[in-house]
């Protein structure tokens, strides 16, 4: 049986917006990992997608290594009733972090029927600030290179009635096609709002407001 996620009221407050874009915009605010929210179920734009995908995020679970917080986010996919050879179950999962001025960085991921990555030196995704048009670069880690880059703050598509802009991120790897690449846009209050990875049928968006504890 669907989980039931009980929507709250969006407000979005101006103040979490950076003073003067100019010079660059707060990364931290639209990445937040303050255990706010701890749930989010994302639907597939292109209409043949015949599942949901549920990522959870508790707070309990996170850890500090080298004084810096360590977050699991993790990824279930929920298949609808009249849906054709769809397994339900666990999608993937990664280690990420940020907050207290320190920029976003992966630290390791793990999907379905593959060994978890321990990603040493971590994916540098975003600096504290940065401006549209930075990138990042990660030399060599968990087998490949990787480029991150703050393409803009753009108004962000979504099923919902609301009105949010998001920070797009996008990541890509050398090689190239690494499940991780894509686009990501993270929301202030919200985090992780929408996202399009390289091997996705359609960008995923909330269909349902995100979940507070």
């Known amino acids: 049986m669907r989980k039931v996620w009980i929507p709250m009221v969006a407000t979005l407050a101006a103040a979490c917006q950076p003073d003067d874009p100019t010079i660059g915009y707060v990364m931290d605010e639209y990445f937040p990992f303050d255990g706010e929210v701890i749930g989010w179920t994302f639907g597939n734009m292109n209409e043949s ?21 360590r977050h699991t986010f993790t990824t279930f996919k929920e298949c609808s009733e009249d849906a054709v050879d769809c397994e339900e179950g666990f999608v993937w999962e990664y280690v990420i972090s940020g907050g207290a001025g320190r920029g976003v960085a992966l630290h390791a991921y793990e999907r379905q029927g593959e060994a978890r990555v321990e990603l040493e030196p971590p994916i540098r995704l975003a600096n504290p600030r940065m401006a549209p048009g930075e990138t990042l670069n990660t030399a060599s880690s968990g087998g490949h290179a990787w480029t991150s880059t703050f393409a803009s703050v753009e108004d962000c ?55 507070r504890p």
């Open 49 to 69: 997608v015949d599942y949901l995908l549920h990522r959870t995020f508790d707070p309990d679970d996170s850890v500090t290594v080298d004084e810096i917080r």
């Open 157 to 211: 598509e979504q099923t919902l009635d609301v009105q949010w802009r998001c920070a797009k991120i996008t990541l890509q790897s050398d090689p190239p096609g690494h499940w991780l690449t894509g686009d990501w846009y993270g929301q202030p209050g919200y985090n992780l709002v929408s996202f399009e990875r390289a091997e996705d049928p359609g960008r995923w968006r909330l269909v349902e407001l995100p979940v």
